[in-house]
């Protein structure tokens, strides 16, 4: 049941009883609401008056959000902030824009979400970048390895009004996307049950000559070829069984990941390498976007940008207090119920992965696809702005303190 106990002990078959008579997205968008445990009774309460909320006038538009593996448990875990955008969009709009919220891979998973908004079968979708990049190649430019130094930096850019110019308009117009917001980790090697019984992992070279899981990134694959990772393209709902199995040691993803797919129990170690980024973005397909009217336009962006200091605040949070992403660890979190240990290396020892496979140390490496991504962006150099505006802030500032700003504003 994975995060059950924060819901109380409502099976899946009541949730979707209670979804059957007030429909999934007013159960999803009550139940995501609560935050402690929760009775079946309370639920269903909950559904009744959000859906009543909700239905109370005919909406102007409904917008399908296909939001892949997610639903209210698991993004209590991963705090991607696709429901808090939902509820807030349909509330400042005065219920004008209703949002039908379809998770748990019903609708579109993490490698195809990107595709049906472009193809107009959702509106919204929600899913990483990294595995939304096979269909929409520009957001590649997320993935320079080393290229941002902490959580906080990634926040930074995000609110920066030069992402709008950098990563927003070159990624509408390849591909009829507008990136709304994101959540934020770096990407480490989460090591399988094989690794149980040795020694926490201290060492880079200790990770040489692994088979790892790559996600839809053609950059992510670059850092992981230097880095002697072996990379090995396996979907992500697959990447349980792979693990379970034996078939690899380990998987590039980010803690959050880790727990709220479920993979806590089949992973030994997360090793914090923060060698690329791990954005858990949502979008809206500009022709959805562009079909509203100004003031509705609007709403969206500001429900957005809330949505974006909700998961910048929410997500920080809950890997220390849920995830178990620290040491110590709290005793109750996931990754303590599970015995996943922290493998946080010293700095020169990703100081030294830095040095073997980013592009300000090894440029070669990286040339095809920079030539690629700035033509794309116009003609910029894309790692190098994206790396300097990362650096505006000290690197070790708390990505909690990031000022937020409306990037769209300048």
């Not at 445990?37 to 959000?50: D, I, N, P, Q, Y």
């Not at 149980?196 to 201290?202: C, L, Q, R």
């Not at 990941?257 to 954005?279: E, H, K």
């Amino acid at each position: 049941m994975g995060i059950g106990d924060k819901l109380g002990q409502i099976s899946r078959r009541d949730l979707f009883k209670v979804a059957g008579q007030y429909g999934m997205s007013s159960t999803l968008m009550a139940a995501g609401a609560f935050g402690g445990a929760m009775s079946l009774g309370s639920l269903a309460k909950a559904a009744e008056s959000t859906y009543e909320r909700r239905f109370s006038k005919p909406a102007k538009h409904t917008l399908k959000f296909g939001a892949a593996g997610f639903n209210a448990r698991n993004l209590l875990i991963e705090r991607a902030g696709a429901l808090e955008f939902a509820r807030d969009l349909e509330s400042r709009t005065d219920g004008e824009i209703r949002i039908e919220f379809i998770g748990d891979n019903q609708i579109c998973g993490q490698l195809s979400c990107v595709e049906k908004a472009q193809l107009g079968i959702v509106d919204i979708y929600a899913a990483s970048t990294q595995n939304s990049a096979g269909g929409a190649p520009y957001l590649n430019v997320l993935d320079y390895a080393f290229m941002f130094p902490s959580r906080a930096s990634q926040y930074h850019f995000l609110y920066s009004p030069e992402s709008q110019r950098i990563l927003r308009d070159p990624f509408e117009e390849r591909h009829g996307l507008k990136f709304l917001f994101s959540h934020c980790e770096l990407r480490g090697i989460q090591l399988g049950l094989g690794w149980e019984d040795k020694p926490t992992v201290t060492k880079l070279e200790e990770l040489f000559g692994t088979k790892n899981r790559v996600t839809g990134t053609q950059l992510g694959r670059i850092a992981m070829q230097a880095l002697n990772l072996n990379p090995v393209p396996i979907a992500w709902e697959e990447t349980l069984d792979g693990l379970k199995q034996g078939l690899i040691d380990g998987a590039e993803t980010w803690a959050s990941a880790v727990a709220y797919a479920n993979m806590s129990p089949v992973v030994s170690q997360c090793v914090d390498l923060r060698f690329f980024c791990g954005t858990e973005h949502t979008a809206i397909a500009s022709k959805s976007f562009n079909a509203l009217s100004e003031d509705l336009q609007d709403a969206v962006m500001e429900s957005a940008y809330w949505a974006q200091t909700h998961v910048q605040a929410a997500n920080e949070a809950a890997l220390v207090n849920t995830v178990g992403f620290s040491d110590p660890q709290l005793p109750d979190t996931i990754f303590a119920q599970n015995n996943v240990r922290m493998a946080f290396l010293a700095d020169s020892e990703v100081r030294m992965a830095e040095e073997m496979c980013s592009p300000e140390f090894q440029p070669q490496l990286w040339e095809q696809w920079r030539e690629r991504l700035n033509n794309w962006a116009g003609g910029i150099d894309t790692y190098q702005e994206i790396y300097d505006i990362a650096r505006e802030i000290p690197t070790d500032m708390k990505a909690e303190n990031v000022e937020p700003r409306r990037w769209w504003k300048a």
